[in-house]
Each structure stands twice: as structure tokens, then as C-alpha cells.
């Protein structure tokens, strides 16, 4: 029984990974236009970290995020945005592990750890930025520095390396879907679009195959190795149709995560019941600093801190492994996924891109030292996420505004603001700083109210009324039941025939008096 649970643990682990490759793959053809023109030269701090956060939720992997902003570094955006923007993609990662926590809302108690757990990454990212980005700005710390450290370096273009995570799973993946990256960059630098005559569509494949279409590919792509084409591919496709495809895959993806989630969570339940779970926190209680050595470590493996920190979200959810631990493991996983820009710098032709790639890594450790060592620091980002995860108590709805408000509102309103200052116009320029005006009085007032006239208590009121609603709706149909069974029961017990129950009941209705002469009457 221990070795089938071994090989359920090993088959569900492996096919949630295959999910995570797919879930990324499908958001990069879904979105990948769109991302691809959010990046430009001319944005301030706001909007290049913006911008990093937006595309990096789009396209669901850092990873890809910086990897394409290293490759534009000297081209179409300066050093100092690629370093706005590296700062974003590290917010935007961690919506992966916060899409995984949401697959154990069955469970009140496991939703609530999972959800801190993944929010200890989110938390701790918003404070790094908080702290850093404004130095950066006033002081230039992570351009210098780096800049210091290229002074004498030399790269050329090579190939890239793919982790054995890449090399297990890309054999189904492939066969599913391949999103091309090609077309974002070339959109992130003006050489393409994705209309008709953009340069990539539309496509011109004598056969589905690699060489077959001339190695020119829109969203969707063909294997280089193998030459075969994935099971979504069509040669006459348009942009629309690609899109389309990638939803599909998305949403597939989505499904495949949550079954696997929740097949892994039973099976890891009935294995660390009992003793075997306090082993597995002995097991766990580790020095923090080496937890963040295996963090990174593990990263670095497999090439990408949202594998790493999706594949830990489940352990904290179920108690095997806990909060304190996670956070550690989160910091390792930050760090060790700045080696995947480490390499594409090294790869890329000029020191520009090793500049922002060594920025990554720079920015990542700053933070470490801000929020780890000492055990004040370190408690506050544990805390903000603990307190998000009680929320889920309150209104098992939260995680979903909480992600809509944090990587997709938030960020599109700075943005939308930061555009009218990049404008030019005198007009546009005014109008952005009514706006932004506006925006800090609301964000003053709100503190106001929330602090000092009970909005906080109303809040949680008005989740916990959401709530009440949510648990009516889903037990009515079993209250309905219940009730009829009670009434058939009460039937039986007085020999009262339903039909005569029926025609009682409408009889007293007719002579229910409707007017005021029939109540005098």
C-alpha cells in the first residue's frame, strides 16, 4: 500500500506539472500579443513595474517575462526599465501558487493555510517593491551596482538550457500545444503584429510539420526536434483561431491542476496521518537559512520559482508543512529563479541584458537580507499573509477579488494614470494629475474610514453576509429535500390525504380578505 501511494504521489505530482506547463503555454498563445505590446521605452518607474506585473499574469511565468525583457534590454527598452520591469514580473509570478491555493476551497481549513502559504510570496514581493523600487529611483542602487559588476564581461549568443522538469513534461505538452515566443518579442521590439501581414500570419505550410511551414509560425508553433506539430496547430489559422486555442488549453490546464491537486492532497492525507505527519514536521523543521539554500537549489533545477512555490501550496494546506517553513522556501525559490535570466544574459549578445539579469538577482537578495535575518522583519509579511488566509474564513469569495484587485485592477489603473503623464500633451498631463490627486485623497479617506469609522468591522460584515448567502444557496436544494421529507412524514402521521392538504391550503387563500370592506365585513 505504501508503494501504490508512492506511485499515486509520483503519477498526480507529474500530470500537475504537465498542468502548470500547459496552464503557462495556453495563457502565452491566449495573451501573448497583448503582453508582447505592453513593453516599451518611453515609461517611467510606475509604469515599467506596471508592466511587468500585467505581463507576467498574462503570460503565467516569470521566467518568460524576463527572459524577453533581457532580450530587449539595448534594443527596445533602456537598463533601468528592464529593472522596473524585472521587479514586476516578480509580483505577477506569484499568482500561479495563488490560483493553486484556490483548489482546495473544498476544504475551510486547508483553504485557509494554502491560501497563506501562497500569499507569504505575494507579500513579501509588494514590500521588496515597496522598498526598493523608490531607492532605485532616488539612488540608482541596483544600476550602479550592476553596472560595476559588467564593466569588463562579454557575451555572445548561444542556446539555451532547459531544466529536467522542461525535459520530463515537454513530451506531452508538445503534443497538446507549443506557443511560439518569437511572435512576443518581435511585438515587444515593433518588427511584427499579429494581424494579417504582421509578418506572421498568415501561414504558408505545405504539410504540419516543422520544416512543412517554413519554420515561420504565428502563436502557436511546431516542435524544432521532432518536426511534428501539436495537436492544436492548424496551418490556415488566424490570430483569433490561435487564441481561441490557447483559452482552450488554458481552461484544460485549470482542470487538470485542480484534479491532480485534489487527488495528490487525499492520497498525501492518508499517508502522513497520525505519526508519519509529526515526522514530516520534524522532517521540515530545517534552519531557515538552509531551507533557503534547498529553495533555491530547487529552483534553479527546474526553471521556474512557480513550479517550486505551486508544488509547496498543497503541503502548507494540509498541515504537512508550515507556514514558517514556507516562507523560507519561497525566499530560496525568489532567488534561484533569477538564474533562468542569468543564463538567457549570458546567451544574448552586449552587457545590457547581464546588467538587468544581475538586477534580478541583486534585487532578490536585498530583500532577502531586508525581511529574513531579523525576526521582526521577517514577521511581517508572515503575519499579512496569515491574516489573508483568515479571511478565506470569513468569505470563501476572497481569494478570487483579492486576485482580481491585486494583479489585474491595481496595476491596469497605475498604468491607465501613468500613460497620460507619457503622453506629452498639457492636457493629458493636468488631467493625470487630477486624477492621481483624486486617487491619494480616496486611498487616505478609505484608510480613514477603515481605521477610525468601523470599516473594518463592516468589511468583514458585509463578507461574512456574502458568505451566509453562499452557504444558503448551496445547501437549499438539500434544506428542499429535507422539508418535503418532513411534510411526507406528517402526512403519513395524520391520514391527511396531500389533495385535501393542496385544496385547504388554496381554499383559505380565496378567502383571505383583499380589501378593506371584506375586513369590515
Not at 495563457?27 to 508582447?36: D, H, I, P, Y
Not at 490546464?253 to 509529526?278: D, E, H, N, P
Not at 489585474?408 to 497605475?414: A, T
Not at 487616505?444 to 473594518?456: I, M, P, S, V
Amino acid at each position: 500500500m505504501i508503494a501504490f501511494g508512492i506511485f499515486l504521489v509520483c503519477f498526480f505530482l507529474y500530470f500537475f506539472l504537465v498542468g502548470l506547463e500547459l496552464l503557462g503555454s495556453g495563457a502565452k498563445v491566449m495573451s501573448g500579443c497583448t503582453a508582447g505590446e505592453l513593453f516599451g521605452d518611453d515609461t517611467n518607474p510606475v509604469a515599467g513595474l506596471m508592466i511587468g506585473i500585467l505581463a507576467t499574469v498574462l503570460l503565467q511565468s516569470s521566467s518568460t517575462t524576463t527572459s524577453i525583457v533581457v532580450s530587449l534590454v539595448g534594443s527596445a527598452i533602456s537598463v533601468r526599465q528592464g529593472i522596473y520591469m524585472i521587479m514586476g514580473a516578480n509580483i505577477g509570478t506569484s499568482v500561479t501558487n495563488t490560483i493553486v491555493a484556490i483548489g482546495q476551497m473544498g476544504d475551510g481549513d486547508q483553504l485557509e493555510r494554502a491560501f497563506a502559504g501562497a500569499t507569504v510570496h505575494d507579500m513579501f514581493n509588494f514590500m521588496n517593491v515597496a522598498v526598493l523600487l523608490p531607492v532605485e529611483v532616488a539612488t540608482g542602487y541596483l544600476y550602479y551596482l550592476t553596472k560595476a559588476m559588467v564593466k569588463n564581461a562579454s557575451t555572445s549568443d548561444g542556446e539555451t538550457w532547459d531544466g529536467p522538469i522542461k525535459t520530463l513534461v515537454n513530451p506531452i505538452g508538445n503534443k497538446i500545444i507549443i506557443s511560439n515566443k518569437k511572435i512576443i518579442t518581435a511585438v515587444a521590439q515593433g518588427e511584427g503584429n499579429c494581424d494579417v501581414g504582421g509578418g506572421f500570419y498568415p501561414m504558408n505550410c505545405t504539410e504540419e510539420t516543422y520544416s512543412g511551414c517554413g519554420k515561420k509560425f504565428g502563436l502557436i508553433g511546431c516542435d524544432k526536434d521532432s518536426g511534428d506539430c501539436p495537436a492544436f496547430f492548424q496551418s490556415d489559422a488566424t490570430a483569433k483561431d490561435d487564441k481561441v486555442s490557447g483559452g482552450v488549453v488554458f481552461f484544460i490546464a485549470i482542470v487538470i491542476l485542480f484534479t491532480c491537486l485534489a487527488g495528490l492532497v487525499t492520497v498525501l492525507q492518508k499517508m502522513l496521518l497520525g505519526m508519519s505527519t509529526r515526522i514530516v514536521y520534524k522532517a521540515t523543521a530545517i534552519n531557515g537559512y538552509l531551507a533557503i539554500v534547498i529553495g533555491a537549489g530547487i529552483t534553479m533545477i527546474v526553471q521556474s520559482s512557480s513550479i517550486t512555490t505551486s508544488a509547496l501550496t498543497p503541503l502548507v494546506g494540509m498541515g504537512a508543512l508550515r507556514l514558517e517553513q514556507m516562507y523560507p522556501l519561497t525566499l530560496g525559490a525568489n532567488i534561484g529563479t533569477t538564474m533562468t535570466a542569468l543564463m538567457a544574459a549570458l546567451v544574448t549578445e552586449g552587457t545590457g541584458a547581464l546588467q538587468v539579469a544581475l538586477a534580478h538577482l541583486f534585487f532578490n537578495l536585498t530583500g532577502t537580507l531586508l525581511f529574513y535575518p531579523v525576526p521582526f522583519m521577517r514577521q511581517i509579511p508572515l503575519s499579512a499573509a496569515r491574516r489573508l488566509g483568515r479571511l478565506t474564513r470569513v468569505w470563501r469569495g476572497f481569494p478570487f477579488v483579492y486576485i482580481a484587485v491585486a494583479f489585474f485592477l491595481i496595476p491596469l489603473l497605475l498604468l491607465g494614470l501613468s500613460s497620460l503623464f507619457e503622453d506629452g500633451s498639457k492636457g493629458f498631463t493636468v488631467l493625470g494629475t487630477f486624477l492621481t490627486i483624486l486617487l491619494a485623497l480616496g486611498i487616505l479617506y478609505a484608510f480613514y474610514w477603515f481605521r477610525f469609522k468601523e470599516g473594518k468591522q463592516k468589511c468583514a460584515d458585509c463578507m461574512g453576509e456574502r458568505e451566509k448567502k453562499r452557504i444558503v444557496m448551496r445547501d437549499l436544494p438539500s434544506d428542499m429535500e429535507f422539508l418535503k421529507e418532513k411534510v411526507r412524514l406528517l402526512v403519513e402521521h395524520t391520514g391527511l390525504p396531500e389533495d385535501e392538504m393542496a385544496d385547504d391550503g388554496k381554499k383559505s387563500d380565496s378567502d383571505t380578505p383583499t380589501d378593506d370592506n371584506e375586513v369590515e365585513a
